[in-house]
């Protein structure tokens, strides 16, 4: 089945770590995106990439680090720079119709706690 | 260029109905709908393009009105599986990169 996975589930860090959260899709799709949801808010863009060896800062990317080598694959690094990593992290992927993304697919997300 | 929704919250009864909002301050070049189940990944409604166009899906529909850059959702005789939180995502027609923001989410109860 075609799908977006994001792994871990639940992710437990200690402060000053540095820790990576997987994501992988089988879709084909070009387009991935890293979002990040706290309690109560709504998706805030942390980094996209529209093909591969290309990504672009979203609105919340400090303390953050991408990379996109690979088309399935689009991992994302918490790093000991970002002051509040205690969230909800969300991955999706879509691809393009003409000019238009087509619709999102989301992983389950994974939630990380700073312990 | 994360897109206002309105309004946060509302509650209903089953059967009545519901419009949430959504409105970006730059030209938008199409307008994404999204409903979260809490504790889940949010799961796809519907798409809008620049051109004004309506869509459906059940009893669940949406309009675009590209001069206002304004997006609405209407739910009608709203049944309790659609509670839950609804976000708009918005792609801005300037530039090249496609960066999919969204607003931050209006939480819709359903009471039975």
């Known amino acids: 089945d075609g799908g977006i996975t994001q792994s871990p589930k639940y992710l437990f860090r200690k402060e000053g770590q540095n820790v990576t959260l997987s994501c992988e899709q089988n879709?084909?799709?070009?387009?991935m995106y890293w979002y990040r949801q706290d309690p109560g808010q709504g998706l805030r863009l942390i980094y996209y990439?529209?093909?591969?060896?290309?990504?672009q800062k979203g609105d919340i990317a400090e303390g953050y680090s991408v990379s996109r080598e690979k088309k399935e694959s689009f991992p994302l690094t918490v790093t000991s720079a970002q002051k509040n990593p205690t969230a909800f992290y969300l991955c999706?992927?879509?691809?393009?119709?003409?000019?238009?993304?087509?619709?999102?697919?989301f992983g389950q997300g994974t939630r990380l706690t700073v312990v | 260029q994360q897109p206002v929704q309105s309004p946060q919250a509302v509650i209903l009864r089953e059967g009545e109905d519901a419009v949430i909002n959504c409105s970006s301050s730059?030209?938008?070049?199409?307008v994404h709908w999204y409903r979260q189940k809490h504790g889940e990944a949010p799961v796809f409604l519907m798409i809008?393009?620049?051109?004004?166009e309506q869509k459906g899906h059940e009893k669940i529909s949406a309009s675009f009105n590209e001069k206002k850059q304004q997006s609405s959702l209407y739910l009608t005789a709203s049944q309790l599986s659609y509670s839950g939180t609804y976000f708009c995502?918005?792609?801005?027609?300037?530039?090249?990169?496609?960066?999919?923001?969204f607003g931050s989410g209006t939480q819709l109860t359903v009471l039975p």
């Open positions: 730059k030209a938008l070049y199409s």
């Open positions: 990439s529209q093909i591969v060896n290309d990504f």
């Open positions: 879709l084909n799709h070009d387009a």
């Open positions: 999706a992927s879509s691809t393009m119709a003409g000019e238009a993304n087509t619709e999102a697919f």
């Open positions: 995502g918005i792609l801005l027609s300037s530039g090249s990169a496609r960066q999919l923001t």
């Open positions: 809008l393009l620049k051109g004004g």
